[in-house]
């Protein structure tokens, strides 16, 4: 799949709720993600596809999303693209409201996403 395949695939996922569906499908195994801070002692990196799949676990596992939109992607040369995500929800465990706002970038390398990095 070439850059643009993946970056329409990413989007329509998140907008269609097949993230994690589409880790399978999208990422490399060696995959890297990389948060803008440490949340939770968790590190700010988390590496291979599994982890990345249990990263996604534990945020739907800990928020109540109400409202969300995806716009993008934004392609940047042959190996990269971006996306701008707004969600809107609570905190499980608080009730703590929130609204946030963040760009995602994603390298791509032999046709796989090898790298995330969150910026907010």
């Known amino acids: ?64 999303v109400s409202g969300a939109t995806v716009s993008g992607p934004f392609p ?3 190996d990269r693209f971006a996306v701008i995500f707004e969600v809107q929800g609570k905190v499980k465990e608080s009730g703590e409201s929130f609204d946030m706002r963040e760009v995602g970038v994603y390298h791509v390398a032999d046709g796989k996403i090898v790298r995330e990095e969150f910026f907010y």
């Open 1 to 64: 799949m070439n850059l643009k395949g993946i970056a329409d695939e990413l989007v329509a996922g998140c907008r269609e709720n097949r993230s994690k569906e589409n880790l399978e499908k999208l990422y490399a195994l060696d995959a890297v993600s990389v948060e803008a801070q440490d949340f939770m002692d968790m590190g700010r990196e988390t590496r291979g596809r599994d982890a990345i799949r249990g990263k996604h676990e534990w945020w739907e596992s800990a928020h109540e």
């Open 76 to 78: 940047h040369g042959d």
